[in-house]
Nanobody, 115 residues
Framework: QEMPVESGGGLVQPGGSLRLSCAWS????????IAWYRQAPALDRDLVAE???????NYLDSVKGRFTISRDNAQSTVFLQMNNLQPDDAAVYYC?????????WGQGTQVFVSS
């Protein structure tokens, strides 16, 4: 399996929380940079958060302080904890694995934010 598998999307009210997971079952997982992107209808796909093999993180300005990316190399999984979700956060969230110049994309998980 080379495609990462996302899970954890769903419907949440404004101010609510969701935790997304991205699993990639390759032995090289610990050396990969893992990122979350999102794409809303008619908009570009934007980088939301990324985490390097060393654990360094980077975030989209609009999610700083609300989203946290983390990785568990033993489980070959990256998590995106999303708190205080707002309607502008609604999108399809995609996991991206970058390794030695290669990119692997998941199929995405939908996040809805609505009252």
């Amino acid at each position: 399996q080379e495609m990462p598998v996302e899970s954890g999307g769903g419907l949440v009210q404004p101010g609510g929380s969701l935790r997304l997971s991205c699993a990639w079952s390759r032995s090289s997982f610990p050396t990969a940079t893992i990122a979350w992107y999102r794409q809303a209808p008619a908009l570009d796909r934007d980088l939301v958060a990324e985490i390097s093999s060393a654990g360094n993180t980077n975030y989209l300005d609009s999610v700083k302080g609300r989203f946290t990316i983390s990785r568990d190399n033993a489980q070959s999984t990256v998590f995106l904890q999303m708190n205080n979700l707002q309607p502008d956060d609604a999108a399809v969230y995609y996991c991206n694995v970058r390794l030695r110049g290669l990119n692997f994309w998941g199929q995405g998980t939908q996040v809805f934010v609505s009252s």
